[in-house]
């Protein structure tokens, strides 16, 4: 039995911070800083649940590849049982670019399985198995 079970959307987050304003015509530009997270809220929130010590089940689609791999592992070094995560070789997993200014930020998003968490995904034995 969980005391949580999430369902929801499972991605990464590029976040960069510094002067981040494109310079087009193939312009490089150096960053102060550059981190590869897990992002989703729902995913975000399974891992902070479960660092307080709560029994956490997490269901959402991934892409078979090395973005959701990170995602799957970024999840059970939290303590998250990924049992629900469903490994779709179709797609790719969704990823978000953050650039991160003092005072504001944008986000650029490709969906990638996110989308892909449908009702028929999620085994209806493990719903049973969530206190909330």
Avoid at 2 to 29: R, S, T
Avoid at 40 to 45: K, Y
Avoid at 92 to 106: E, F, H, N, S, Y
């Amino acid at each position: 039995m969980y005391d949580v079970l999430v369902l929801g959307e499972l991605n990464a987050d590029l976040i960069l911070q510094g002067d981040v304003e494109p310079a087009w015509a193939q312009a490089e530009k150096l960053l102060d800083d550059a981190s590869f997270v897990l992002g989703g809220s729902s995913a975000i929130f399974a891992c902070g649940v479960a660092r307080l010590g709560l029994r956490v089940a997490f269901a959402g689609v991934i892409g078979d590849d090395m973005v959701g791999q990170f995602c799957r592992a970024e999840l059970e070094r939290a303590g998250v049982d990924t049992v629900g995560v469903v490994v779709d070789p179709d797609l790719k997993t969704g990823m978000t670019v953050i650039l991160q200014r003092p005072d504001d930020r944008a986000m650029l998003t490709y969906a990638g399985a996110i989308a892909a968490l449908t009702p028929e995904r999620i085994d209806p034995a493990l719903l049973g198995r969530g206190r909330n």
